[in-house]
């Protein structure tokens, strides 16, 4: 921290008033935020020499061919500190956070991920351009060894750690045609190695590039599957297609593409760069105990499910290892995606429409006043809409039936697509005027319905009998 201090006070003329350390997510470098004045710097304690070397380098690069990186502003002697200019808070995997927690990303955080995917092949061309690359730390290119340190490394710090028995030498001979094909691609450009959302951060609604001191030349494709299949990302298909052909079209802009090569090339390193990954989640988590890091690993092998559905004849073995990993017992019950619980309310509308205690706001709320109520019938107002002869009446005067057709169609559509898209709660309520009758044999219906057709836990509440069910996704009801 003295180092930061002094080089502070050697830019500015002042000591820094205030010093805040930061989040460095996965990495060992020490970050922090220093206000002296008017003026804020982000200051960086880095472990290794080279590696802040390769750092300032790039961004000076950078910086002269017009990218979106900070400027390195000053360093220590040793070059073990530096100052970089503080673009702010927001980092992009922020800014898309409901997109992440929905499934459904609003225009305004598609129009920002399609913004920096055009960055991205423009930082890919551009930053290679007259770069020595042997500045790069600790590779200057992708090649074959580096490859192999990544393979296995996820052999080391996490197939081995799920207890699953395979054949070493058929993996390491798979490990070498898989590397083989991974640098068939051109590496003419720069590889960031680790372009994800965490390292974008947005400022006066522009993506800037951060922490890419471990970048070197390769193939595009590598940063491509970093992105769209970022772990946490949640990415739907539609709008990772959408992204990856926003970049392509930025991507022909400065040099010649064959799409259909690249996106045969792109599944390759889609599984390369998810077993990188698992890697990664399993030296920080297993054996460095950082929980954020073992939280990851259910997304990563959701993601890895998806991957290997498309078979690669290339190296099979691989496959057949990663499929029976997918299956072991301690992934498998991790469910990444809680189910769907649908809350289904019968009321009265004298005691007002239920509130609603997910925090969405509500749902479907169905008025059945319309229908013939048996409540206004002496001999049905001491029964409800769970007794046979209430059910009786209502099925033969027949109006519940449309309702309860049209209210179905209506709730099934949103059912499947809540389903689609990850969300967690669906609220679908019955009124009618004292909640006996009417609204009681509808919401009755209404959950037996949405259990029997969709994988969906069902809360079912007939509030003004103060009675409840639980259909579970699996076993029934409870």
Not at 75 to 80: F, K
Not at 117 to 129: F, H, N, P, T
Request: proline share 3%; with cysteine.
């Amino acid at each position: 921290m003295d180092s930061l201090e002094t080089i502070f006070y050697q830019y500015t003329g002042a000591k820094p008033e205030t010093t805040e350390a930061l989040s460095a997510s996965g990495s060992n470098r020490q970050y922090f935020r220093l206000r002296g004045g008017n003026t804020s710097l982000i200051g960086v304690n880095g472990t290794s020499e080279e590696e802040n070397r390769a750092f300032i380098s790039m961004a000076k690069h950078f910086l002269a061919k017009g990218l979106p990186v900070p400027r390195v502003l000053a360093q220590s002697d040793d070059c073990m500190s530096y100052l970089q200019e503080d673009l702010g808070d927001t980092l992009l995997f922020d800014y898309i956070a409901n997109g992440r927690k929905t499934g459904v990303f609003h225009e305004s955080e598609k129009k920002m991920l399609r913004q920096t995917m055009r960055k991205l092949a423009e930082m890919q061309v551009k930053g290679a351009q007259d770069f020595d690359f042997s500045a790069c730390y600790p590779q200057a290119e992708l090649n074959e060894r580096s490859i192999l340190w990544d393979l296995n490394y996820f052999k080391y710090c996490f197939l081995k750690a799920t207890g699953l028995d395979f054949q070493e030498d058929k993996l390491e001979d798979e490990f070498v045609k898989f590397a083989a094909i991974l640098l068939h691609s051109p590496q003419q450009t720069f590889m960031y190695r680790d372009f994800q959302s965490r390292n974008v951060i947005i400022k006066n609604e522009q993506p800037y590039f951060i922490d890419f001191q471990g970048g070197r030349k390769g193939p595009p494709h590598y940063d491509v599957a970093s992105f769209l299949w970022q772990a946490k990302a949640r990415y739907n298909n539609e709008l990772k297609e959408e992204l990856l052909s926003e970049y392509l079209r930025s991507l022909q802009q400065f040099t010649t593409v064959d799409e259909r090569d690249f996106r045969r090339q792109l599944q390759h390193f889609i599984l390369f760069r998810t077993m990188q990954v698992l890697g990664a989640y399993g030296f920080r988590g297993y054996f460095e105990k950082k929980p954020h890091f073992l939280q990851s690993i259910p997304f990563a092998m959701d993601n890895l499910r998806s991957i290997l559905a498309e078979k690669s004849p290339e190296y099979p073995y691989l496959v057949d290892l990663l499929c029976k990993m997918t299956e072991l017992k301690q992934f498998r019950e991790l469910d990444i995606r809680k189910p769907l619980v649908v809350k289904v309310y019968s009321f009265s509308y004298k005691k007002g429409i239920p509130n609603d205690d997910s925090g969405n706001g509500g749902g479907f709320v169905f008025d059945c006043r319309a229908v013939n109520n048996p409540g206004k019938y002496e001999r049905y107002a001491h029964f409800t809409g769970l007794d046979k002869s209430v059910k009786q009446f209502l099925e033969d005067d027949g109006e519940i039936a449309k309702l309860l057709n049209n209210a179905c169609n209506l709730v099934d559509a949103s059912v499947q697509r809540y389903i689609d898209r990850g969300f967690t709660h669906l609220m679908v309520s019955f009124g009618c005027t004292g909640g006996q009758h009417r609204s009681v044999y509808s919401a009755q219906k209404m959950a037996e319905h949405i259990h029997a057709k969709f994988s969906a836990e069902v809360h079912l509440v007939h509030r003004e009998l103060n009675r409840e069910a639980l259909f579970t996704a699996k076993t029934g009801i409870e």
